[in-house]
């Protein structure tokens, strides 16, 4: 299993010490980006990890929000892409349908690049009515690394928050993973 963290502009500073990979917040809806993207870019490549970015993804619009996403993201061969689907700020969540059209639309905006569906196990059981997850699950369950409580299969396990979101991956090296986002 690989470590790896996931970030936004409120870990301005994060430490990349035994982390293989770093998700760093790139958009959100149509009008947001995170101010810290550059730089925090700069530390997981500085460190050699595996870089992935992701979008938080708002109801309705998802041709739209996909074009912007990718607009302010930089593309780089071996990048992961991932698809934010949790409750908004404001109490509402995209689609089962809308996070589906988002991860096609994506896909087929970045053909070489791998698409990750995040969502906690609350969403990918009672909300999702697809199971499509794009390439690959990226599932938060808070608990034992490597063992969330769903039946399907994953490629990514948030299992904590504190101090900031931890992950591990179902990868055997950080060379698996990046040969993996590029196929």
């Known amino acids: 299993m690989l470590h790896g963290v996931d970030v936004s502009a409120y870990q ?3 430490d990349t010490d035994g982390s293989d990979f770093v ?13 810290r993207l550059k730089s925090q870019v700069k530390r997981a490549r500085d460190a050699e990890c595996v870089v992935g970015f992701y979008h938080f993804l708002w109801p309705g619009n998802t041709k739209e929000q996909a074009e912007y996403f990718l607009d302010k ?8 892409l991932a698809v934010d689907w949790e409750q908004t700020g404001e109490g509402t969540h995209a689609s089962s349908a809308d996070k589906d059209r988002f991860i096609r639309e994506v896909k087929r905006l970045r053909p070489h690049h791998r698409v990750l569906l995040y969502c906690n196990r609350t ?3 009672n909300h999702d009515t697809s199971s499509y997850a794009g390439d690959g699950l990226w599932i938060a369950d808070y608990g034992k690394a490597a063992a969330p409580r769903i039946e399907a299969d994953w490629r990514i396990h948030q299992y904590t928050d504190d101090p900031l979101d931890k992950n591990v991956a179902d990868f055997a090296s950080r060379k698996a993973m990046r040969d993996w986002a590029t196929a």
């Open 123 to 125: 969403f990918w059981l």
């Open 12 to 14: 301005p500073d994060y």
């Open 23 to 35: 998700f760093v917040k790139a958009t959100e809806g149509r009008t947001y980006v995170n101010p």
């Open 73 to 80: 993201t930089p593309e780089k061969g071996g990048d992961l």
